[in-house]
């Protein structure tokens, strides 16, 4: 059987949905995926996946100036169609949300699939417009609380609305859900009324150093390094604080940080750091293939992973750092989100949570697991272990191929 998966966004920006489709197809499932492209340094990434795939792809350009014109005027024009109707529709809900998601709907309905999967609010939209167009079911993956995803969503009223419309209408009709934190589920069954099956962001075992890896002795010469990634660098991602407690630990240590960054962002950091006396200043590194991260964490003295609570989403989702970090055998620093402290105590000594508010003592805190005999090594020990026995992709897919299965009445 066929099953077709959808995002409004860049394949290598949807690490869920390339998982999704690998664990499918090694399943037996035909399996294409119907993507955007917004930002063109991210083709080479993109081609990184794809040729490295067992499905096909088919990608929507959004780049091209003779698309991103007429795109804009009519998403404006949605934006005052759902700001002012009481009932906008779908459609108009979708467009307004997102300019490239209805543009989605024609290549997925046209793949013919028996199943239809959304990624991102916009998928959810494309995949049941697809889906009802070919008289089959859809299912939608919720990544995010997208009711509460980013402050400028939550501060639009055309976004709120269209984010409502979408989601009260369409979770419903849905064969299956699933989505990537406890406390997430929690909220949408309390919203909408459903109950998400939880799909942790953890990765396949494959993507993992073949043995656990050492870091380098921590020296003033050679300071520890405290690593982060992401596509973006850049603020609200707690970078700011975690500079604060390196500025206050004993331990030398440096912060790396690896994805696209502004000059202006990079400037501003470094001046940050300058100012609270760091001694060693940040370092940036350049993005790379998405299935290489487990890897390039793997030598990091510790993985940080500081979301801020700046909007309800980010207290309460599990990114893919904290399971990338646990995979390659290297701690995690959590900031003290609702559900990083509901995690913590199945990580054990694989993570700390810190308190962002008092630097003193999460610099202590820090200090501690780096300069303390043996306690690094536990710490390493415990998320090698974590990774390989629990919080893998190997393990949590049965989930996903579960929910697959019986959305399609059993038949592979």
């Given at each position: 059987m066929k099953i077709c998966l959808i995002t409004p966004g860049h394949v290598s920006s949807t690490p869920r949905l390339v998982k999704e489709a690998d664990a499918l197809a090694e399943a037996g499932y035909k399996v294409s995926v119907v993507a955007a492209r917004h930002f063109e340094p991210v083709d080479a990434l993109d081609e990184a996946v794809i040729s490295r795939s067992r499905w096909e792809c088919?990608?929507?350009?959004?780049?091209?100036?003779?698309?991103?014109l007429p795109s804009?005027?009519?998403?404006?024009?949605?934006?005052?169609?759902?700001?002012?109707?009481?009932?906008?529709?779908?459609?108009?809900?979708?467009?307004a949300e997102d300019a490239v998601t209805l543009r989605l709907v024609g290549?997925?309905?046209?793949?013919?699939?028996?199943?239809?999967?959304?990624?991102?609010?916009?998928?959810?939209?494309?995949?049941?417009?697809?889906?009802?167009?070919?008289?089959?079911?859809?299912?939608?993956?919720?990544?995010?609380?997208h009711d509460g995803e980013t402050e400028g969503a939550m501060g639009r009223a055309y976004l709120v609305k269209a984010a409502k419309v979408l989601q009260s209408t369409l979770l419903g009709k849905a064969r299956y859900l699933t989505s990537a934190a406890p406390l997430i589920s929690e909220r949408y069954r309390d919203i909408y009324g459903v109950a998400p099956a939880c799909v942790l962001n953890v990765f396949p075992l494959s993507e993992a150093p073949a043995a656990p890896v050492a870091p380098q002795p921590i020296t003033d010469d050679a300071p520890a390094v405290l690593y982060w990634f992401s596509q973006t660098v850049g603020p609200d991602r707690g970078l700011e604080e975690m500079l604060a407690v390196i500025a206050r630990m004993k331990t030398p240590a440096c912060l790396?940080?690896?994805?696209?960054?502004?000059?202006?962002?990079?400037?501003?950091?470094?001046?940050?750091?300058?100012?609270?006396?760091?001694?060693?200043?940040?370092v940036f590194l350049p993005p790379a293939e998405p299935q290489e991260m487990v890897?390039?964490?793997?030598?990091?003295?510790?993985?940080?992973?500081?979301?801020?609570?700046?909007?309800?989403?980010?207290?309460?989702?599990?990114?893919?750092?904290?399971?990338?970090?646990?995979?390659?055998?290297?701690?995690?620093?959590?900031?003290?989100?609702?559900?990083?402290?509901?995690?913590?105590?199945?990580?054990g000594d694989?993570?700390?949570?810190?308190?962002?508010?008092?630097?003193?003592?999460?610099?202590?805190?820090?200090?501690?697991?780096?300069?303390?005999?043996?306690?690094?090594?536990?710490?390493r020990a415990a998320a090698w272990r974590l990774g390989h026995e629990r919080y893998c992709w190997d393990i949590e897919k049965a989930v996903v191929l579960g929910q697959v299965a019986a959305a399609l009445g059993g038949r592979p």
């Open positions: 088919h990608r929507v350009d959004a780049v091209s100036r003779a698309r991103v804009k005027v009519a998403r404006k024009l949605a934006q005052a169609w759902v700001t002012r109707r009481a009932h906008p529709g779908i459609r108009m809900a979708a467009l290549p997925a309905a046209s793949q013919k699939a028996d199943l239809y999967v959304g990624h991102c609010l916009g998928g959810l939209a494309a995949a049941a417009l697809a889906a009802q167009a070919n008289r089959v079911p859809f299912g939608f993956d919720i990544e995010d609380f790396h940080l690896r994805g696209f960054v502004s000059e202006a962002y990079r400037n501003a950091l470094s001046r940050i750091a300058a100012d609270l006396g760091v001694r060693h200043p940040p890897r390039l964490s793997a030598a990091a003295h510790a993985g940080i992973c500081m979301e801020k609570p700046v909007v309800p989403n980010r207290d309460i989702c599990l990114t893919n750092k904290i399971f990338t970090y646990i995979l390659a055998g290297t701690p995690a620093l959590l900031s003290p989100t609702s559900a990083h402290k509901e995690l913590a105590p199945s990580l694989s993570a700390l949570v810190l308190p962002l508010s008092d630097p003193e003592k999460a610099a202590k805190a820090v200090d501690d697991l780096l300069g303390v005999p043996d306690a690094l090594a536990v710490a």
